[in-house]
């Protein structure tokens, strides 16, 4: 089968004003990962809203990115990101909605336009159960 989705790592998606949100594990793992103080991680990376933690942007040619994203469009702390960049593009909202998937692929070049919803839907399932695992509480809002 074709893949769904494959990811051409333009960074196009971790742009604008991401409301990416974390967890303090999360935090702790992405602090080691940087080798950084965990207070100092998160003095430099994370704001806290309404409470919960999301990672901070900073400006980059006029425009809010991810305080993570590289020049390559890479991601600074890839094997430990956030479970909503772990998770992206099987979010919730996308699997239940062909019209989004479907609006989705003028910004995101990863989605594979020649399969069918039903397939990526499949495949996305999948993804998901291999990444969340017994984390219930992101099912939610994921
Ligand atoms: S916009 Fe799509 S193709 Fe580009 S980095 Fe994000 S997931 Fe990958
Ligand atoms: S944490 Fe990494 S993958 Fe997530 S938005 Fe930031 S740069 Fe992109």
Redesign the pocket.
Known sequence: MPKVFECKMC?E??KGQ?G?RTTLEEIEQMAKYLKMDKARFMADFVRRENGFYY?KEKERDGQLV????QDNGG????PC??L??KLWPYWKGILSSEIDWRALMDVCKGFNPKVSFEEFVKEGMKEREKILGNRQDERRYL
Do not use: E, Q, S, T
């Open positions: 960074g998606c971790c991401g990416i990672i991810c305080v993570f994203l991601c600074a702390v890839h990101k956030p909503p960049c």
